[in-house]
């Protein structure tokens, strides 16, 4: 079992950066591959970036890709999302996300936090 734990997000204005943090409970969080997902008012949510357990491999959707990027520190058991230039379109709560296994996944996962609010204004 894993318990993640969402912060970073809050208002910012267009063009601007926030950097998300996701803290996981556990001893093995390498063993986990973890992934950011989005969901704005009236969406469906939506894959934004992923990375393997080792940090070794990383994906990120085409609609952030440049813009974002996901990272992880495992001595601290902390995934990161650095979202810089956001846009309007970026207003959604963001959710991390845990896979049962190492590899890159951009669908299959099992744990997931509260989600944190990220408001772009224009």
């Known amino acids: 079992q894993v318990q993640l734990v969402e912060s970073g997000g809050g208002l910012v204005q267009a063009g601007g950066s926030l950097r998300l943090s996701c803290a996981a409970s556990g001893r093995t969080f390498n063993n986990y591959a973890m992934g950011w997902f989005r969901q704005a008012p009236g969406k469906e949510r939506e894959f934004v970036a992923a990375?393997?357990?080792?940090?070794?491999?990383?994906y990120s959707a085409s609609s952030v890709k440049g813009r974002f990027a996901i990272s992880r520190d495992n001595a601290k058991n902390t995934v990161y999302l650095q979202m810089n230039s956001l846009k309007p379109e970026d207003t959604a709560v963001y959710y991390c996300?845990?896979?049962?296994?190492?590899?890159?996944?951009?669908?299959?996962?099992?744990?997931w936090g509260q989600g944190t609010q990220v408001t772009v204004s224009s």
């Open positions: 990375i393997s357990g080792t940090g070794h491999s990383t």
């Open positions: 996300a845990a896979a049962p296994f190492s590899w890159l996944t951009t669908t299959e996962y099992d744990y």
